[in-house]
């Protein structure tokens, strides 16, 4: 019990500060969202007159709090460029980057768990040694140059997917998936190879155990004892793995987002950052920062499904 | 000995994946890629789809907009009581007539009859009154407008059923080019949602827009004049980066603002159709900082730099060289001859700067709004012509919002390429902000005929005696070399061959109402 009210106080103090950095950001870099929204035609009363009409000519601390107590009353506010709800407008972008994301890490955890446990099973033998090398590879490509070579091989010349043309899911869920495919693929290769090396590596002190050759004197096959046993086993520092994956898959979102013109958060966030438009921004970071810190709970309690004998304090 | 054999394998591999990457390539380069593209399924209903790079991240109120990339989309969808035409010239719109009172000052415009609204609403004298009113800022409900322009309106009253007085303080022969933009258009009065679900009387109405993703609007059956031809439009926000693949792809028909690389990978697929910018490029030059407030000293400049090398350069030669604040399409405002007042001659450069002191050279900063790729590279080529008169030009890129607020706004710089241009089509559009005390006036340009030539200049209604006015003030900022002028950059636009009619306007548009589906291509 004192453990979650430990988590829930460092959730709530993280989300602050990060908030309040955030917000701090946007007071130290130059220009703001009167600048940007007047641009070439700013003069200085023009300025002066749009900023008293946004409240941002106010102290830098009066227009934090301001913000947090609608933020806590579950008011994200308006967006300076757009006019629209913050809202609505990250609701609507939302299901997006969750696909993606999602996609992305099912594909993770789908390939590299097989994989590499085969790659375990059959460590030094020549297929593992292709397999090895052929994953060095992918895991020095960055997620945007494979995105880039993706858009080239599979939209461009074999038609998978029209590059551009982006499906809302409002439309057609199916198609919408189908889009998100190849971004979602784009992000996972570097992450499938790292996550199937660890876990080769780790199956493979796993098989030096004295269970495994307890379970295999009790006559139990070799794959029985892999699944059963080693793979459990494996997987506790891989789980850790995992949870940082899934922080990085976000991230690495919002550059995928630009090169596949997938209209997400990552999109969102980009565009509103060179906007100087803080309400939007401040609702994104949080909800990432928020995203991060839940997951690292989340290990934390699989680490114990996995191995009881770890206990939370 | 089996480390040396993982990486004789790893050899191999990268060996064999390098070579058939290449050889995927080159295979392709020389079929399928060169044919022209086909029509979408899209042309059989009539849509067409439109890549911007841009967002529509402004007020949809055409009164507030501000950014020229939302103004190229509201064209389509608002109007003023008049607006400009192809060849420039101010016709009728919302309003069928106008009348000037004989001394200037008061215009009686007469509403076309039968005009309506996107909603359906007929255009009324006061949903006029109150446009013009809050366009010009007489509303007095705080908000700001972006038509800095209409401030000579003193008041805006219904004369009639269907006409409106517009009363000026002083008589201005630019008057009604103030009223052809799409921040003086007719909106409805009392309606609430202008900034997100806009109404205007323009030939296509606003359908939906999701951020980042796309803008659609459709054509608006009721329209008072020819109306558009296409049935549906969306423009995809793409970024730039993406265009040449999503053209390719066959995702967008229409593309505009293309570079001269964009424009090589894509143009035996599309029509490409070109035009140019009505902007002034240049190296901005702060008037104010050593040793740009030597007027020698801006000359070698201006010597120093060969224009046709930069346009080569940058833009593959689709520019055309300029000399004063003044792009070529404005035709009776430009002088073309100043476009050689310095022809390029280091010689004469060096003699310059020895004269004003620096024959040694001396260093300055460029800073540059690293989002304008064009503006960038011309930057660098300038940097690198100046060492050969011995100046050191840094290059400093800096984010959009950093540009506006530190080099426009604060005036901290030494030298900026930028392209400026007007949303009016008038001449004080392009010169007034370089009067001395503008607000604008963001080179700190300061010469006392400049400013009395344009306080007579607006208050003179004689159309030619003002224009030669304005020609006078164009001759002073190329004679002061108040900055080294450049180009007005060629705007490319990639076309699928099946459409046609796409128009220019002498200001940055995107008439997308005569485009329209034809059955044969143009490739």
């Known amino acids: 019990m004192k453990y979650y009210i430990k988590k829930i106080i460092t959730l709530i103090i993280t989300l602050f500060a990060v908030s309040l950095l955030a917000f701090w950001a946007f007071q130290v870099i130059p220009g703001d969202a009167a600048t940007h929204i007047l641009g070439t035609e700013a003069t200085p009363e023009r300025l002066e007159a749009l900023r008293e009409q946004m409240g941002l000519n106010r102290p830098f601390l009066v227009q934090y709090f301001d913000w947090l107590k609608d933020f806590l009353f579950g008011d994200m ?120 090396k660890l876990l080769r590596s780790s199956v493979l002190v796993e098989l030096q155990q004295d269970y495994v050759r307890t379970a295999r004197s009790r006559g139990r096959k070799f794959n029985s004892v892999l699944v059963k046993h080693v793979l459990r086993n494996a997987l506790i520092p891989v789980v850790t793995f995992y949870a940082t994956t899934l922080a990085d898959i976000v991230a690495g979102s919002i550059i995928i987002e630009q090169v596949f013109s997938v209209p997400g958060i990552g999109r969102l966030l980009l565009s509103s950052i060179m906007n100087r438009d803080f309400p939007v921004v401040q609702a994104i970071v949080v909800m990432m920062a928020a995203l991060v810190v839940i997951v690292n709970f989340i290990t934390d309690l699989l680490y114990q499904f996995i191995d009881p004998r770890i206990k939370v304090q | 000995m089996k480390k040396g054999f993982k990486s004789f394998i790893l050899m191999v591999l990268a060996l064999t994946m390098t070579v058939s990457l290449c050889a995927c390539a080159g295979g392709k380069d020389t079929s399928a890629d060169n044919e022209a593209i086909e029509a979408p399924e899209r042309a059989a209903t009539n849509e067409l789809n439109v890549a911007i790079a841009q967002d529509l991240d402004d007020s949809l109120d055409p009164h507030l907009a501000v950014s020229a990339g939302t103004r190229e989309v509201n064209f389509n969808i608002f109007e003023g009581l008049v607006k400009a035409d192809s060849e420039g010239n101010i016709v009728p719109a919302v309003a069928e007539k106008v009348d000037v009172s004989p001394d200037g000052t008061v215009y009686t415009f007469t509403i076309r009859e039968g005009i309506k609204f996107h909603n359906g609403e007929a255009v009324t004298a006061d949903d006029v009154v109150f446009s ?63 900034a997100t679900a806009p109404v205007g009387t323009g030939p296509f109405k606003y359908v939906s827009r999701s951020p980042q993703e796309n803008f659609v609007m459709e054509k608006f059956d009721e329209y008072w004049g020819e109306g558009a031809k296409l049935d549906k439009v969306t423009y995809l926000i793409i970024d730039s980066g993406s265009w040449v693949m999503s053209l390719k792809s066959g995702a967008v028909d229409l593309c505009a603002h293309l570079t001269a690389d964009q424009v090589a990978s894509v143009a035996d697929q599309y029509t490409i159709e070109k035009d140019t910018m009505k902007l002034v490029q240049a190296l901005y030059l702060n008037n104010a900082v050593e040793p740009f407030n030597n007027v020698l000293v801006r000359q070698a400049l201006c010597y120093a730099i060969d224009k046709q090398a930069v346009i080569d350069f940058v833009c593959d030669g689709n520019g055309v060289p300029i000399g004063s604040s003044m792009f070529p399409a404005f035709g009776k405002y430009y002088i073309e001859e100043l476009a050689d007042m310095y022809s390029y001659n280091v010689e004469k450069a060096k003699q310059l700067l020895t004269e004003a002191g620096y024959a040694d050279g001396f260093k300055f900063t460029i800073t540059v709004p690293s989002n304008y790729p064009q503006h960038v590279q011309a930057g660098e080529v300038i940097a690198s012509m100046l060492q050969q008169v011995g100046i050191t030009a840094e290059i400093k890129q800096v984010e959009w919002s950093t540009w506006v607020s530190d080099v426009y706004g604060g005036r901290n710089f030494d030298a900026t390429v930028v392209g400026f241009d007007t949303s009016t089509l008038t001449a004080s559009g392009m010169l007034q902000r370089w009067t001395s005390d503008h607000g604008k006036n963001m080179i700190n340009f300061n010469n006392a005929e400049y400013d009395a030539l344009y306080k007579q200049a607006v208050a003179c209604t004689d159309v030619d005696e003002q224009t030669e006015l304005f020609k006078q003030m164009e001759m002073i900022l190329a004679e002061e070399a108040a900055n080294v002028y450049i180009q007005d950059l060629y705007d490319m636009v990639a076309v699928n061959p099946y459409l046609e009619g796409l128009t220019f306007y002498p200001m940055y548009v995107l008439d997308l109402s005569t485009v329209a589906w034809t059955e044969t291509s143009a490739k």
């Open chain 1, 77 to 196: 506010g308006t967006s300076y460029s757009y006019h629209m709800s913050v809202k609505e407008m990250i609701g609507a972008k939302l299901p997006i980057t969750g696909a993606l994301s999602l996609m992305s890490f099912l594909m993770i955890v789908i390939v590299s768990i097989p994989l590499g446990m085969w790659q375990g099973k059959h460590a030094g033998e020549l297929p593992d040694v292709a397999a090895g090398v052929l994953g060095q590879i992918t895991m020095s490509f960055p997620p945007f140059f494979l995105g880039m070579i993706f858009t080239l091989v599979f939209g461009l010349w074999l038609n998978l997917f029209t590059q551009g043309q982006f499906i809302s899911y409002t439309e057609n869920f199916s198609g919408f998936l189908g889009y998100l495919f190849f971004p979602a693929l784009a992000i996972a290769l570097p992450k499938i190879a790292m996550a199937t």
């Open chain 2, 132 to 194: 013009i009113s809050r366009c010009a800022g007489l509303l007095d409900d705080g908000s700001y407008t972006a038509a800095s322009s209409l401030s000579t309106i003193v008041s805006v009253e219904k004369s009639g059923d269907n006409t409106v007085d517009i009363t000026l303080s002083s008589a201005n022969a630019e008057f009604l080019a103030y009223l052809a933009t799409t921040n003086a258009a007719i909106i409805p009065e009392g309606y609430e949602d202008q």
